[in-house]
């Protein structure tokens, strides 16, 4: 078993450089923005504990900006990476379909649902300031995953197959209703489109507040169920012969990775192709294994959106990309040469 | 680890499509199934496994199978799929070690006696040289050795193999089953096999059991199931029962050149 060592001991190196990468990403995320703050002072802010790192310092109204605008976006970015990507690894292993992304099962219908009946028709704010979009998109995405659940289970003993139609079914009649509530009040319409194509701003720490504890429960469930997924891989009958319970836990998986997705779409709106570049780039490097594959997706994403931020942040500066279109932008070429490197290896 | 089934019968939207089967296969026995295509074969073994609902009962030394959860279970029987679901990219040892599963706990990981399992099955079926290579790149033979692997990885004491020679050439067909009766002997593990080719399940199964359109029409052992007759009568098949080497064989012969010389 001499393979299996070395090819564990290959993979705990990747996620080390993989962790690495991550925290290269978030430096360069708080180092790099329109205002004008000295390296030296942010680095001096962030490991003035350290001796000898950095000798500069920010005036208050600098500190500001480091710690209530760069600092609390780049923590967001890595939250939502993460969670948008493991939830696509997740997704592609519990339904066998590389294609499948977060949005696979009405997700993102229900959330942009959810947002747009609260952008056209509701108040901004709850009466004590509690912002009502994001809950309104989280909501909207677990319930439109939940309706895809239950038609599907209904019309086909919950195999996969009739899972994905109902999601189908369920993400177009969503959709459906939210364009015709948009386009009778098209002087919304910017709001809900801005909202479609995925943002980061953010006002300080209260985003992130809001979805860490959803964001961790997921992304600590689903690392836990890497091996399950890997059984699931062989089809429900073979794991069922295998002395695992398949409906039942692809419905665990599917929640949780649902959980993850609403809880990026409470907050970033629908940033696409996260979700299935960067697992599909983690198999090229590490194996099919999700084992190793659901929490390097995790790693990779936050690493990925953090500097597809910067990216958002600074291609146009002073204005922004949306990102959503940076992600789609930067990462479809990457992801076309990546496959065009697997195709001459396989 | 003596397998007894009771009445077993399984029954979709109203339509029996098997059974009701009774037969007892000894601790260490081989039971071949056969029959034609849509016979029954695959959905008995099916109900053998737990994966369908039947009636009747399935006993393993006198315990119903009904009382075992799905994971108990899964470490009492070990079962070869016809056309196994092969996931991308996946290694030979990878694969293999999915039979380790019914060990391991809900979130647990495999550990050092799950993969010194692996390397003793592997070593056994002569697979450690494929270890770490792609399932997908292996020849017919070599495929189903790994799917046998996996199953033997489960430590199973009752192996299920839906058609383990198909598509397999005559040479690897007898290498499949020469390694199934090496571990009935090695192993003592209790074997049940649906069986395409009659002679080759004449030659190696200890009984044979033959259904028809979901019913069992003969039990017993080669000499009594496999005759002209019976082969005739539900194969629709024109055939010479020939003794080679004091195995019965069976030939198939021409129906029609037959007719056409006795009409001229």
Redesign the interface.
């Known amino acids: 078993m001499l393979t299996a060592g070395t090819t564990r001991g290959r993979r705990i190196a990747v996620i080390a450089v993989a962790l690495g990468f991550v925290v290269l990403a978030v430096l360069i995320g708080v180092l790099v923005g329109p205002a004008d703050l000295s390296a030296s002072g942010i680095l001096h802010a962030l490991f003035g504990w350290v001796p000898g790192v950095g000798d500069g310092s920010l005036t208050s109204q600098e500190s500001t900006i480091l710690w209530q605008l760069r600092a609390p976006r780049v923590v967001l970015a890595c939250i939502v990476g993460a969670c948008l990507s493991i939830s696509g690894a997740s997704y592609q292993g519990a339904f066998r379909n590389p294609l499948a992304d977060p949005y696979l099962l009405g997700a993102a219908a229900g959330a942009g649902l959810g947002a747009t009946l609260v952008i056209i028709y509701g108040a901004a704010t709850f009466t004590d300031g509690t912002p009502i979009l994001p809950i309104a998109s989280f909501v909207g995405a677990l319930a439109g995953v939940a309706l895809a659940y239950a038609i599907g289970g209904s019309m086909g003993g919950r195999t996969t197959v009739a899972l994905v139609l109902a999601g189908v079914a369920v993400a177009s009649f969503l959709t459906a209703i939210q364009t015709f509530i948009q386009q009778r009040n098209v002087d919304s319409l910017r709001e809900v489109y801005t909202w479609i194509l995925g943002r980061l701003t953010t006002a300080g720490w209260s985003d992130v507040v809001l979805i860490l504890p959803y964001a961790v429960i997921a992304i600590v469930l689903l690392v836990l169920h890497g091996r399950m997924l890997d059984v699931l891989g062989v089809g429900d009958d073979e794991a069922a012969s295998l002395g695992m319970k398949p409906a039942r836990t692809r419905l665990i998986i599917v929640a949780a990775a649902s959980l993850a997705t609403a809880a990026a779409v409470a907050v970033a709106g629908l940033i696409g192709f996260v979700g299935i570049i960067v697992p599909h780039a983690v198999r090229l490097v590490v194996g099919t294994s999700n084992r190793w594959v659901v929490p390097l997706s995790a790693i990779g994403g936050a690493a990925f959106l953090v500097l597809a931020d910067v990216v958002a942040r600074t291609a146009v500066s002073p204005g922004e990309l949306p990102i959503g279109v940076v992600t789609a932008l930067v990462g479809a070429p990457a992801f076309a040469l990546l496959l065009r490197r697997s195709g001459r290896v396989t | 680890m003596t397998l007894e089934l009771e009445r077993v019968a399984v029954t979709i939207d109203g339509c029996t499509i098997v059974g009701p089967v009774d037969v007892i296969v000894p601790d260490g026995g081989w039971l071949g199934v056969l029959g034609p295509n849509g016979a029954g074969k695959s959905t008995l073994l099916?109900a053998v496994?737990g994966?369908v609902e039947h009636g009747g009962r399935v006993l393993l030394d006198g315990r119903d199978t009904a009382t075992m959860?799905?994971?108990?279970?899964?470490?009492r029987?070990?079962?070869v799929?016809q056309k196994?679901?092969?996931?991308?990219?996946?290694?030979v040892?990878?694969y293999v070690l999915?039979?380790r599963?019914?060990h391991?706990s809900?979130?647990?990981?495999?550990g050092f006696d799950d993969?010194?399992v692996?390397?003793e099955v592997l070593a056994a079926l002569d697979l450690t040289g494929a270890?770490?290579r792609r399932l997908t790149t292996l020849s017919g033979g070599e495929a189903q050795r790994v799917y046998v692997a996996r199953a033997l990885a489960?430590e199973p004491t009752v192996l299920l193999l839906d058609e383990p020679t198909t598509s397999l050439d005559v040479g690897r067909q007898q290498d499949v089953l020469e390694l199934v009766e090496h571990l009935r002997r090695e192993r003592g593990v209790t074997v049940v096999s649906a069986l395409h080719d009659l002679s080759l399940a004449g030659q190696f199964a200890e009984d044979l059991l033959l259904l028809h359109e979901g019913v069992a029409v003969a039990v017993g052992s080669p000499s009594e199931v496999l005759t002209e007759e019976v082969v005739r009568e539900f194969y629709g098949a024109e055939v010479r029962m020939v003794n080679v080497d004091g195995d019965d064989v069976l030939i198939p012969v021409r129906r029609v050149a037959r007719d056409r010389r006795a009409a001229w």
């Open positions: 099916r496994a994966l959860s799905r994971k108990e279970l899964a470490t029987i070990g079962v799929a196994p679901v092969i996931p991308d990219g996946i290694t040892a990878d999915l039979g599963t019914p391991i809900y979130f647990g990981s495999s993969l010194a692996v390397g270890a770490s489960q």
